[in-house]
């Protein structure tokens, strides 16, 4: 709007030199540095908070980074640093904000790869599987008792994922170029040793329903959910659904992915 006063410029002048130097610190090709600062000072500030965000997105999200070029992903970083404002004070949230301006506001470009969003959204998931500060809350769940006719519970450090494309097995030398037939539905979870560590566990469309199933209605046993799985299905046998359900409730547990089990309702 014409006459209208800049922000930063009813603010006191070193709060103006902040915006400054932040401004050009975020965008050096299009915004000067500050007239009072230095150029070499200002050339180090530059070079370590770049450097610093862009090798920490190289680590959050090392497949991805490997599927890029050197010049495409400093070009694609860079434009986080120029588009994107972050709301996440936290330095280790910065890889969420990524992920949000890659979904949000990224201009997609021929260099990118058609999996762009779903490799960066399934190692965001991994990485704050091993940042995540929860404790999986055990009291009232029996860890061996019966998960069909009690009701499984899902452990708090599992997403249930699908995916167009395998996220899970991108190779950056031999990238797919169109996603498989199937979409690929995945488990990633912290199990519960000394070490904490992620894995992941590819799944089918049927245990991918249990566990959306025990997460949407935690009350219902493990039996209710399966009878409910082969009534989706229309399965002629529904007992050889339950059948293969127990087991592959079992194998869940075994995992860490469901903690246990508690009496169901009603």
Known sequence: ????????????????????????IRNPSAVPAPDDVAAERMAVYKRLVYNNLE?????????????????????????????????????????????????????????????????AHYEWVEMMLYVLDV?????????????????????????????????????????????????????????????ERVHFLKINPVTARLLQLIESDPGRSGREHLNAIAGEMQHPQPEAVIEGGAATLVDLRHRDILLGCRPAAG
């Open 1 to 24: 709007m014409s006459g209208a006063v800049h922000e930063a410029d009813a603010l006191p002048r070193f709060q103006q030199l902040q915006y400054d130097f932040t401004a050009h």
């Open 135 to 195: 404790e999986p809350d055990t009291a009232g769940i029996d860890p061996n008792g019966d998960l069909l006719e009690s009701a499984p519970v899902i452990s708090p450090l599992v997403y249930n994922l699908a995916y167009q494309y395998p996220v899970h097995a991108i190779d950056p030398a031999d990238p797919p170029t169109e996603p498989p037939a199937q979409p690929t539905c995945l488990v990633v979870y912290r199990d519960r040793t000394r070490e």
């Open 55 to 119: 090798g920490y997105f190289s680590k959050a999200f090392p497949v991805l980074r490997a599927c890029f070029a050197d010049a495409d992903w400093h070009a694609m970083v860079r434009e986080f640093f120029v588009n994107h404002h972050c709301h996440k004070p936290q330095f280790f949230q910065a890889a969420e904000e990524f992920l949000a301006f890659l979904q949000n506001e990224h201009q997609p470009r021929p260099v990118d790869p058609p999996f762009l969003l779903e490799l």
